[in-house]
């Protein structure tokens, strides 16, 4: 395991960068051994570490790092392509004006010298564009992170010439309560609200935003908006709002904790964040508001011009950024299912490219290249989301298999003969052929593990999947173990070892990484007492890359929904059986408890996997009219219409060990 010391400001100091940085620990600690800093302490010794990582921002927040990137080179993250502003804080407030116009000189030459003796003598002001005073610290830096390819070329133009890594900016992804938040504000579920969220500075075209708005609302009365932040001394808000107007409209809510950004963020239906002139800095507040699923507006310009267009709204600076800026609001507003989209594509992006675990990941790839001197290689990304249509209120929430016929008639082919058999295998079908579709394919060389396997898709993990071995197991005394045949409609048969044991209590009978594939398919909802004992052996016997397919029924479903709201039981199969002709009840038979596709998800998270594939689809093959209403409901309070089919489909890729072994959301004691 690496060993890292990492320096950058934390919470409790009011920056994006602390915040940031306290997300990337809290990451990184699973990856690796960490000591964090602010300051070089006296007799730091570099050696005890593979790698020394300086987050430097562009205020004197940064100094304590900034001066221990300069004394012991290492792996220096730069947030923008500018640090002007922290080297006049440290230099020039301190009366150093030396010291500042020999930064200038040694970054400018002799014009930003000149220019430098001119605002000593109050002649003019700081060059803060101009003079990026990149160059010190670049000249001792061994490697260099950035989180976009504009500050890359930054970097570049200023004459680095070692290693740089473009690692995007680490989102979150929150879970807040809209509707609560919009209680607090005092409104109801459908005014339109939007929002601008961070330190409230001039560049963040404030004013430009709140014309727009004062447009918007002369079209939509009802629209409210938020500025929640620290406002600038150069920005006087209260007289701006007066001045157009909008004392009754708009609302400054001032800092914030954590908890309630993430809560007012998701009382919004429409988030501004806006920047011009930029330094190629990236907006922790704009990642915040994409992961939780936010139509977004930005300006098109440095980082954020990179960002996908499929989930967020582009403004250009310029003559027209007002008209664009009050016309993207509009939209947003009055079309619903425009911003619905928007925000389900922006989320689904923090996902799969940018979460905290995937930047984690690669800052100890890109240290361990740097401290072994090899050629930095970034993992390829997850594919980005395709634009996806909004869904009609009319359409059923279950998803279609997605391989079509094939995995279906790979299902029936095997069906037992027996009627109660066929009967199970016919009404779940669907379910069974989504399985089997979501599951990767193997070779000659490669083992799966079915887990609970009744033999009604395993043949198939052979014969249409190419597994060389495939091994089933269930529910049973530890160490002994069962043979069982079947055979297809075209006369081939196909025998699987069967091996028995309690999957929550047991060790696996496997050696560590011997599978490339095990499905965990109706299994977990039955278990009664551990289940993370079961992720964590099946951490254990998968082999580094290799992917575990879980399925189980959704909790959260339309049907589950509707269920609650109409005074039922949400369970797909909560009830107690009945004993057999006076014997003992199968008690494991029933659902012990069932899961949200959110929560499995976190799940794999924490046993070490990455989420490749989280969706919902059909579990019985059964129409689903009467959760329509469902639906428009939950359009209407404008909540979460995604992951609302009867079961859930994960596939998850072993990417370390089990971080977290008991999950304070699924154990309590």
């Known amino acids: 395991m690496m060993r890292l010391a990492f320096f950058s400001p934390l919470p409790p100091s009011k920056s994006g960068i602390a915040d940031y940085s306290q997300a990337l620990v809290d990451e990184l ?35 304590g790092a900034y001066r221990a990137a300069l004394a012991h080179p290492g792996i220096v993250v730069l947030h923008e392509a500018n640090l002007h502003h922290l080297i006049a804080e440290i230099t020039i407030k301190r009366n150093d004006w030396d010291a500042y116009l020999q930064e200038l000189a040694h970054d400018g030459g002799p014009r930003a010298l000149e220019h430098g003796k001119r ?61 609560a938040y919009r209680g607090r504000l005092g409104l109801d579920e459908a005014t339109p609200l939007a929002g601008i969220f961070g330190f409230l500075k001039p560049y963040k075209r404030i004013p430009e935003c709140l014309r727009a708005f004062r447009r918007l609302v002369r079209l939509e009365p009802r629209a409210k908006m938020i500025l929640t932040g620290e406002p600038h001394p150069e920005l006087n808000i209260p007289a701006l709002l007066t001045s157009l107007e909008l004392e009754d409209s708009v609302r400054l809510l001032g800092f914030v904790s954590e908890q309630d950004l993430n809560g007012f963020i998701a009382a919004c239906d429409v988030v501004l964040n806006l920047r011009y002139p930029t330094v190629g800095e990236s907006s922790g507040t704009l990642l915040r508001a994409l992961g939780l699923g936010r139509a977004a507006i930005v300006s098109e310009v440095g980082a954020f011009a990179e960002l996908p267009d499929e989930v967020c709204l582009k403004v250009p600076p310029g003559p027209a950024e007002e008209d664009l800026i009050f016309e993207y609001l509009n939209l947003l507003v009055a079309r619903p299912e425009v911003r619905r989209t928007l925000g389900r594509q922006a989320r689904r992006w923090v996902e799969t490219q940018c979460s905290w675990p995937i930047a984690a990941r690669r800052y100890i790839d890109f240290a361990r290249a740097v401290a072994e001197g090899g050629e930095w290689k970034p993992a390829e990304p997850l594919p980005a989301p395709a634009p996806q249509p909004e869904r009609r209120a009319e359409e059923t929430a279950e998803e279609e298999a997605p391989s079509g016929e094939a995995p279906k008639k790979a299902v029936l082919d095997w069906c037992p003969p027996e009627e109660g058999a066929r009967k199970y295998v016919e009404t779940h079908v669907d379910r069974l052929a989504k399985t089997l579709a979501i599951t990767p394919r193997g070779g000659a060389g490669d083992r799966i593990l079915e887990m609970g396997a009744y033999m009604q898709i395993t043949p198939a993990l052979h014969f249409e999947l190419g597994y060389g071995e495939v091994r089933g197991c269930y529910y049973g005394e530890a160490g002994k173990r069962d043979v069982k045949e079947v055979t297809a409609k075209d006369g081939r048969k196909f025998t699987c070892v069967i091996d028995l044991f309690d999957a929550e209590r047991d060790p696996f009978p496997y050696p560590d990484e011997h599978f490339s594939t095990v499905l965990c398919c109706e299994l977990i909802e039955h278990l009664q007492r551990d289940p993370m004992h079961m992720m964590a052996e099946i951490n254990r016997i998968l082999r580094p890359g290799g992917h575990l397919v879980l399925t189980t029924p959704n909790i959260a479903s339309l049907r589950a929904i509707g269920a609650v709201l109409l005074g039922y039981h949400p369970g797909l199969f909560p009830a107690y059986l009945r004993p057999r002709d006076g014997g003992e009840k199968d008690a494991g038979a ?19 996997f990455e989420v490749e594939r989280i969706e919902t689809g059909p579990f019985r093959d059964e129409p689903r009219p009467e959760h329509y209403w469902v639906r428009h409901l939950l359009e209407r309070y404008n909540l979460e219409t995604d992951l609302r089919g009867d079961g859930i489909y994960a596939v998850g890729r072993k990417t370390g060990p089990v971080r977290v072994r008991y999950p304070d959301w699924l154990y309590d004691g």
Request: one cysteine or more; charged letters at 25%; glycine letters at 10%.
């Open 119 to 179: 605002v000593r003598a109050g002649e003019a002001g700081p060059d803060y564009y101009g003079v990026p005073m990149l160059r010190r610290v670049l000249e001792a830096a061994k490697a260099v992170i950035v989180h976009s390819r504009y500050v890359e070329a930054k970097v570049r133009e200023a004459g680095f010439t070692g290693a740089v890594a473009v690692i995007p900016h680490g989102a979150w992804l929150p879970e807040a309560d809209r509707n």
């Open 590 to 608: 029933r659902h012990a408890r069932e899961y949200t596709a959110k929560e499995i998800a976190r799940l794999l998270i924490e046993a070490g």
């Open 29 to 63: 600690r699973h990856l690796a051994g960490i000591e964090t800093f602010e300051a070089a302490p006296e007799g730091f010794d570099p050696g005890r570490y593979d790698a020394c990582i300086y987050q430097i921002g562009n205020n004197a927040c940064h100094e």
